[in-house]
Each structure stands twice: as C-alpha cells, then as structure tokens.
C-alpha cells in the first residue's frame, strides 16, 4: 500500500549559503550579479508563507546572513518515533499541501489515491526511507526496524574509466568532480523502494556526477538522513558514491543546540551517534555522510567535539563531506572559501561544500591553501545554487573552470532536480535534464554556443561504468508507463523504481554522418524489458553513426555481443552494430528483419584479449526509419540462468480495497547474487503480471489483485547480469 507524501513543515528543509549580491566584476562571483536573491532554502511547497530572507542582504562577498522567517511549526510524533508535523487523517500523519502539484515536489499522485483507502495506520504495509533524530538514532536496531530490510541497497559500487575517445575536447579529465545534492522526496513518508507513478526525478546523467548527497532532514521530522535503496542501487551500478545527510538547522528553522550537543556526544574514547551513523551506512550499503551544522549557540569547545566526531567518523571508512558553516570558534559563519576559520573541519574530512557567495579570488586562494595542506583543490566544491532556476542561473564558470588552464576547485549542484521539478511532464524533463548536463546543442560533442549555461559536459569528461563483463543493457530509465519483458507488456502501471535502472548511453546524443541525420531518443512507449527502449527515427540520406557506450571490457575466448531490436518491417534492417578496440573497429551487420522484436548474436572471439573501447550503432540510409533497440549486450560466455531464490516468505498482506493488497515478501537470496529479482502473480489462466523488481532480499509489492479471502500466487524470480531468468520460487498469498 502507497501512502501519501509527508511533506516538509517547516519552510526549509536542508540549507546553506547564499547568493552574492552587486555586479560581477573582477571578482566573477559564483551567481547572477543583478539580483539580491535569497540564501537557497529547501523549501516547503505546502506552506505558502515560508521562510523568506530579508532583501536587506550581508555587505559585497562576506559572510553575512539573511534574516530569515518561517511558518509556525506544529509538531506530532509519529509512529516510528520520528518527531513530525501535520494534519492527522485516517489514522495517520499526514501532511497536506494546499498546492499539491508534481511541478513543485516529488507528489506521489497514485500514493494519495490509494492512501485514502487506508482505515487504519496498521494496515498499511508500506516500508519508508529511514531518517532520526539524534536520540532516536541511538535506538535504532536493524533487527526491530520493520523498515530495515527493505532500505539495504544490494548493487556494489562499479569501477569507472575515461572513455579512450572522450566525446569533448574542451572537457578536462581527472580534475574538477561534481556533486550533486538531490531532494528525490520529502524527509518523511518517501516510500522506499519506489512507487505506481511514472513522474519521479530518475537521475540519468550519472555519467557527470562523482557523489550523490541525499538531501534533505527538518527539523520536525528528522536531522539525519539515510538514502533511499532505489537511489544507491542505480548510482552504484554507475559508478557513483551515495552520500546521506545531516543537517543541524539554523534556530530560525527550528534548530536547537542541545540536538548538536547530543549529535557529538561522547561515551569514553566513543562517539555513540557516529557509531549509529557508521551502522545505518553499512547496513543499508552507501557510501558516507555530508554533515551540514548550521545552528548557532556553539563555542569553541563544540567546535572541537564537532572535528573529533569528523576524524572518529571517518577513521571508520566511510566517506566524510562538510559543509562550510561552523567555524572553530563554533558560531556559524559562512566563509565560501577554505579560511583559517573552517580549516580545521577541511583537514578531517574527504571534501569540503564551500557556500555559494564564493568569489573567483576567494576559490584561487582555497585551492592555494588546500595544496600547502597536501590536499587536492578538487576535494573543495564550489556551491551553485540551481533549486530555483536551473540553467537559467547565471554561474561564473570562468571562476572554476578558467580557460587553457587546469581546473581550480570541483562543482556542487545544489538541487538539480530543477529540471523535473520546473517541467510539465515526462518528455518536458528529459529535454530539460539535457540542457542541463549537455548543453543547448543536445550533443556531449558540439557544446558550443553563446549560451551562458554550456552543459557540465563542456567543462567534465564524461566517465563510464562499462568495465566488467557481461554488460547488458535495456535502455531502462527506471520509470515507465508500463513493464515489459521479453517484448512482452506484464504490467499496464505507471511505475518508478530506480534500482532497476540500466546503465545508460555515455553519449546522448552524438550521430554522425554527410547526410541528413536521424534522431535518436529514449522512447516509454515501446520497451522491450523494462519502461523504455532506444528509438531511432528520420529519413537518412546517408550513413548515421551514432556513438553509444564508452567501454573498457577485456574480451574472452567466447566473447559475444547480443543486440536486439525492432524495424516494423520485413526485409533488410538497415542496421549494424560498430564496435571498436582502440583504433580498430569491426562492423557487424544485423542483416534482415522479421518485422518484430528478434535477436541477434555475434562473435567477437577473433578479438580474443583485446580491450572493446566503444559501441555504436549504425543506421544505413534507404527511406524512412523508426527501428527500435530494446537490448544491447556483451557476454564472456554464453547466458546462463542462475540458481533460483528460496524460502519466499510473506511478512505482512493489507487489503486495500475490496480488489487491492499490498504485499511484504522476503526471501533467501540465490546462490549466484542476480542483477535483480522479479515479482509476478500467477493469473488463472497462466498468465503473468509483473509486480516490481528489487536486487535485494526484500520487497514491498504495492498493489496485486486480489479480493478478500482469495488466494493468490506470487513467483519471485532471480535475473542474471545477463537478464536469463532462474526458475519461479512461489508463495501462495492469502
């Protein structure tokens, strides 16, 4: 069962910084130099009179603060111990927005419908996102935690290389990284592994992103923050670290000092709530923390705990960023630099978040200070603000990325989630979400332009995951309109899941030719497995390369590629798969088409021992193509099924509605961990509908048809690498 989003009380849910005000001089500040624009706020969208700072800001490039004001913030606690705010209905916190709209945060439209449904909180088996207070972390135990199992990420964090031909010259490798510090949904009720709605922020140009922080935590309903499986499952497999957060608010946002207090504590030569911390990562498998202290009260001696919480948590291995807000005075005074100030908190931690007022001086002279530390400048991000306009937002790129010289810090995006968010619908946000990281020229290759906003991959070498083999890919995006598998649509339900994700094209997009081109594009009404498929349409009068995975995949013995595609015509398919080893390539051509979905196979074993660096596809010119690609694959050995799952247990079964359950199952993992596991119903005459899909042990099924007092049987079946489904592991649902 789906419940309605818990939206965030308080005006402002994580924060930091702000944007310098007066003109861009020599000083080439961070953001627009004609507006004096608020400190970026995560803001409530169902409170109309948030937070909102005073014009009157801080004088040119200090540290200054806006004066800030909020909303009352009416406070409850909830079911799992978590303090929060709301509206109490049917049984349960719930919060409601006077505007609930996609456009202003992450609704969950089918969630509400099903919600209403809900006589009591305890019939709802839906597991959430984790999220504590520092008392109530200190209680946490994964093994009373109902939810704990279902927040475990599974997939383990891929190994990453610089493609041999990178798609941008203009674009430095190995220097500047990005982070990005993305609110996929509010602090509480956030389903946990994902949801029956098509529109969700699926982060999909991983390829530009080195760290993930899950922002978010209020006051109201928690400071600490654990990332959903979902969003660690697909960033892992892309080769992308996943940060939880902490955020210590501000007073005006309801922090308090004795919550920094007790987050340092100490028991003996222990940190208790870095241990909690230290567990929580480990067991639900991300990657570290980015601690964000922004309330005022402290002194030096807070400071001091606050650097030996730093070095206890990152003795243990777990990566470790701050946020430039405390200094060792302990008040809270934004430097948007690396200064003698916050120095001390820099030389504990793997990265520093510099606030967004900095300067291109002030970034000069940080990575000056950070080399005389031993340090990378490039463990310094510059702050950019984009929650409000996104690309629209003007940035002193020069500042980070000076032209014919190397890079000065790294980049941190607060908030690209702009481009879902702003958009108005699924199409609207891939086109969006382009501009953002490509550029207005929709190619990683060609980002010249006038524009000021030139796409991250002008300035960021692009880097794939692609390194081990078998590598198989659908072109799933992690959302949909509906499921396939095998060509074949088991489930007509909007859905979005990101731990199913596929790695994506390193390049979207870049075609090639001397004639008039095609236009490749992720299509949701035609996939072959999963919720899309690559589509490929125009009239070429030409050949058409277009360029698709960077790789760097040692070939076996029997090495062979797999693709599988779609023309919706019988004869020749038009179509060949270029794949290259360095600067050798071999062309294979696909040959005829049946007209629908058909497989192909072919042997790369003359190739035996040599490195694949690249696939492309090639269209050949002869009238009017719309061809579709729903799988393409590298495989050492011919695809295997694995060992199936074991001991599927059902956990807990709510009746929803009179046609409606939602299911928790669990089971034994195969023997062979599998890319993922399946969830069908066995229909009467059967057939199959698919249900969801996780690489954990654990899954909530949100809604199977079912009546009251039925019987029903579910199949949970393993997925190889390869996508070869195991046997069926049943259980029957009562």
Not at 107 to 131: D, F, I, R
Not at 365 to 374: E, I, K, P, V
Not at 561 to 569: A, K, N, P, Q, S
Request: proline share 6%; glycine share 10%.
């Amino acid at each position: 069962m789906l419940l309605a989003q818990h939206s965030v009380r308080p005006g402002r849910v994580a924060g930091g910084g702000g944007i310098s005000t007066g003109h861009r001089g020599a000083s080439d500040r961070g953001h627009d130099p004609g507006r004096a624009t608020a400190r970026p706020v995560l803001r409530n969208p169902c409170v109309r009179s948030e937070a909102r700072p005073d014009r009157r800001r801080a004088q040119r490039g200090g540290a200054g603060r806006a004066r800030l004001h909020r909303a009352a913030d009416r406070s409850t606690v909830d079911r799992r111990g978590h303090r929060s705010s709301g509206t109490r209905l049917i049984g349960l916190d719930i919060r409601l927005c006077s505007v609930t709209t996609r456009r202003e945060f992450l609704v969950l439209g089918a969630t509400t419908a099903l919600a209403s449904l809900l006589p009591e909180a305890s019939a709802t088996a839906q597991p959430y996102a984790s999220y504590w207070h520092p008392q109530t972390l200190l209680s946490w135990d994964p093994s009373t935690d109902r939810d704990a199992r279902y927040n475990r990420a599974s997939v383990p964090l891929a190994r990453r290389a610089v493609p041999l031909r990178p798609a941008n010259a203009h674009a430095h490798a190995g220097e500047a990284r990005v982070q990005a510090l993305v609110a996929y949904a509010p602090t509480s009720g956030n389903p946990a592994q994902g949801a029956l709605d098509v529109n969700y922020y699926a982060t999909n140009y991983w390829q530009y992103i080195d760290e993930l922080v899950f922002w978010g935590g209020s006051a109201s309903e928690g400071l600490i923050l654990a990332p959903n499986p979902t969003v660690t499952d697909a960033a892992h497999r892309n080769g992308v670290r996943v940060i939880g957060n902490v955020f210590l608010p501000p007073v005006a946002y309801g922090g308090r000092i004795e919550w920094v207090r007790e987050f340092v504590q100490r028991s003996g030569n222990r940190f208790p709530v870095a241990d909690k911390m230290i567990e929580v990562a480990k067991h639900h498998g991300f990657d570290g923390w980015f601690v964000n202290q922004e309330t005022s009260g402290g002194d030096t001696a807070l400071a001091a705990q606050m650097r030996d919480f730093l070095t206890y948590l990152r003795a243990s291995g777990l990566r470790v960023i701050w946020y430039d807000a405390m200094t060792r005075s302990g008040s809270v005074s934004w430097q948007n630099a690396l200064t003698a100030q916050n120095q001390m908190f820099f030389e504990q931690s793997h990265e520093m978040f510099l606030n967004f007022w900095w300067s291109s001086g002030g970034l000069t002279n940080s990575a000056a200070l950070a080399r005389s530390m031993g340090r990378s400048p490039y463990d310094l991000a510059a702050g950019v603000d984009v929650e409000a306009n996104g690309y629209n937002t003007s940035v002193g790129w020069g500042s980070v990325f000076p032209e014919n010289k190397p890079h000065t810090t790294s980049l941190g995006f607060y908030r690209p989630e702009w481009t879902f968010k702003s958009s108005s619908g699924v199409a609207d946000f891939y086109t969006r979400d382009s501009r953002f990281w490509i550029g207005p020229n929709g190619d990683p290759a060609n980002t010249d332009s006038t524009a000021s906003w030139k796409g991250i991959a002008h300035y960021v070498t692009e880097l794939t995951p692609v390194t081990t083999l078998p590598f198989v890919t659908n072109f799933n995006t992690g959302h949909g309109r509906k499921f396939a598998v095998d060509g074949q649509v088991l489930s007509p339900s909007a859905w979005n899941n990101l731990s199913l994700q596929d790695v994506l094209p390193t390049w979207r997009w870049t075609v090639t030719s001397t004639g008039t081109k095609v236009t490749p594009s992720l299509d949701f009404d035609t996939p072959y497995d999963g919720g899309t498929s690559l589509r490929i349409t125009g009239t070429p009068s030409a050949a058409n390369d277009i360029r698709l995975y960077a790789t760097s995949l040692r070939l076996g013995h029997y090495s062979q590629l797999e693709l599988v595609f779609r023309t919706g015509l019988v004869g020749p398919s038009r179509l060949q798969v270029v794949v290259k080893y360095g600067t050798q390539q071999q062309i294979l051509d696909v040959g005829t088409s049946t007209g629908g979905w058909q497989r192909k196979l072919f042997s790369l074993s003359e190739f035996f021992g040599r490195e694949l660096t690249e696939i492309s596809l090639r269209v050949l010119p002869g009238g009017v193509v719309n061809t579709y690609v729903g799988r393409i694959g590298v495989h050492e050995t011919a695809p295997r099924p694995l060992a199936p799952a074991s001991a599927v247990r059902v956990e807990q079964v709510s009746q929803t509605n009179a046609s409606t359950a939602s299911v928790r199952l669990t089971w034994t993992h195969a023997v062979i961990r599998p890319r993922q596991y399946r969830v069908y119903r066995r229909n009467a005459d059967n057939s199959r509908t698919f249900l969801g899909g996780t690489p954990n042990d654990a899954y909530f099924v949100p809604a199977v048809a079912k009546t009251a007092g039925e019987s029903v049987t579910l199949e949970v079946v393993a997925i190889s690498e390869a996508f070869v489904p195991a046997g069926p592991a049943t259980v029957t649902v009562t």
